[in-house]
């Protein structure tokens, strides 16, 4: 392990930021963001950690230029860890190099291919300024479209919008989410602590079932947990990943985990209330026992040891905890994939065609059959039924045609506004009416992936219709979505109502 580059910075910096590389970046424009911050310079402190032996010309290009102009470096430590080619990577080892290499009273292990805001340094220390006994996380918005590939600085203005997969009222889905915040937020994305409460609690898990892809800064944040921090996630800053070749890693080990990349070792710790690691890094041990004082050089070489390292040889991970296990995995996934994926997509097809239409005609029928008492009632008690069965039939039979091709061509009608919608990009609606035409609506925006949000309906409200609790139209005041008028009468009057409510026309849709 060595220090290709060491800033001798007299000033404490507030924040150190640990950028980790395992010889897998190609482009290296975080450390151009964190250059552009409104925390001053000299009080944050950049490391990068490469695990290999790689030497970027990028990042040396970056210090030449830093020297010539006289400004401060790029970073102010790159450290090369200088581990055999065939030894695989272990994140939480370059963690606990980053805890020792730095001097900032927070630490933040950050996406080494993010880009940030200029505010995020400052939002960091912020955070710690209001509140010390926390741990702080920052949701990252991806964007998977190739076209900001190569990388070439694009406005995050134009990252938020095409190709955009997680982004929703200027908030990450994760943030949105209340109920699996452990696979919708990026926990691996951005975390931080104060050093003293990382080396605290052993510093970062250098167990094995961790090594490779399944690992992350969050097994730190469970512990921190139980040790009495609050998790806390940013509201406002986020961290902003672009897509390139590799985005999930190449070739990944994949510890114990819970099928979505949360290891599981991981999410034991939240269960047992455990704080300590399961394997302490030597020097992060030396450091929190305090028995005597060492040098950060001393620390450093103290904090390898090739006893372990040994057991991380690539082809030892791929037979001891790979294994039949790992390969029957794959081979069910291969199997899946080839041929029991094809077959499911198709009987899906099928039924739910199957579905849809029988559902549909159901309503169909039973909006006919309703329709058809309506008339027959009203038809008998103002004219004079025509004498014999015959006649009666007919009759009967004459209405029930009608009111069947009119249900149909409605149904129609609901298909096609549902598509034009599903078409204009809106995914949640609210209708205006619980009638019959609104069961109809139901089937084609369930089919379209479309959510019905609320219902309002002054003759049905406090009910239950469809699932759903009947608002009065009342409580429209405050709605500002798109609402659809379920009902195919009185059209005119309705969109006046919904107008005296506030609504905007534009939020209007009609079945026209």
């Excluded at 939480?92 to 001097?103: D, Q």
Aim: net charge positive.
């Amino acid at each position: 392990m060595q220090f290709l580059f060491e800033c001798k910075n007299q000033i404490s910096p507030k924040l150190s930021i640990v950028l980790l590389d395992w010889s897998c970046r190609d482009s290296f424009h975080v450390i151009d963001y964190l250059n552009n911050q409104t925390l001053p310079r000299k009080f944050c402190e950049l490391i990068w950690i490469e695990y290999y032996n790689r030497r970027p010309v990028e990042i040396e290009t970056k210090l030449k230029e830093c020297a010539k102009s006289g400004s401060p470096g790029a970073i102010d430590k790159w450290i090369v860890m200088d581990m055999p080619n065939n030894i695989y990577y272990h994140k939480h080892l370059m963690y606990n190099v980053g805890i020792l290499a730095s001097r900032g009273e927070i630490i933040c292990f950050c996406d080494s291919d993010a880009i940030v805001n200029p505010t995020f340094t400052e939002n960091i220390v912020k955070a710690f300024e209001k509140n010390r006994n926390i741990v702080l996380h920052m949701d990252e918005v991806r964007n998977t479209s190739r076209k900001f590939y190569p990388f070439d600085y694009p406005e995050i203005e134009e990252i938020v919008v095409e190709g955009c997969i997680n982004l929703k009222n200027g908030k990450t889905k994760g943030l949105l989410d209340k109920e699996d915040v452990l696979h919708t937020r990026n926990y691996g994305a951005c975390m931080c602590a104060l050093r003293q409460d990382l080396i605290n609690i052993g510093g970062s898990d250098q167990h094995i079932s961790y090594l490779g892809h399944v690992c992350g800064p969050y097994e730190l944040t469970f512990r921190l947990v139980n040790a009495g921090r609050k998790e806390l996630w940013h509201e406002e800053e986020f961290l902003y990943h672009t897509w390139h070749p590799g985005t999930n890693g190449w070739n990944n080990y994949y510890g114990p985990n819970d099928g979505m990349n949360m290891s599981t070792t991981a999410l034991e710790i939240m269960a047992s209330g455990r704080i300590l690691p399961l394997v302490e890094n030597p020097a992060i041990k030396l450091l929190r026992s305090k028995k005597e004082k060492f040098s950060q050089d001393n620390l450093l070489t103290e904090a390898v040891l090739q006893s372990e390292i040994s057991q991380w040889h690539m082809n030892r991970i791929k037979i001891l905890y790979c294994g039949f296990r790992h390969l029957s995995r794959r081979c069910v996934r291969k199997f899946y994939k080839l041929f029991i994926a094809p077959v499911l997509a198709v009987l899906k097809y099928i039924f739910d065609g199957v579905w849809v239409k029988s559902l549909l005609l159901a309503n169909i029928f039973w909006m006919s059959i309703k329709q058809l008492f309506y008339k027959s009632t009203n038809y008998s008690e103002n004219k004079v039924m025509p004498k014999g069965l015959f006649f009666k039939f007919q009759l009967v039979f004459i209405f029930f045609w009608r009111m069947w091709k009119n249900n149909n061509y409605a149904a129609g009608v609901c298909k096609k506004i549902t598509e034009n919608i599903s078409k204009a990009g809106i995914k949640e609606i609210s209708f205006y009416g619980a009638s019959d035409v609104a069961k109809i609506l139901f089937i084609f925006t369930k089919k379209a992936r479309i959510k019905v949000i609320n219902i309002f309906d002054s003759s049905l409200a406090g009910k239950n219709y469809m699932g759903h609790n009947v608002l009065s139209p009342e409580s429209l005041e405050n709605y500002n979505g798109k609402i659809l008028i379920a009902s195919f009468a009185g059209i005119k009057g309705k969109v006046e109502k919904l107008k005296n409510s506030g609504i905007q026309e534009n939020n209007i849709i009609k079945l026209q």
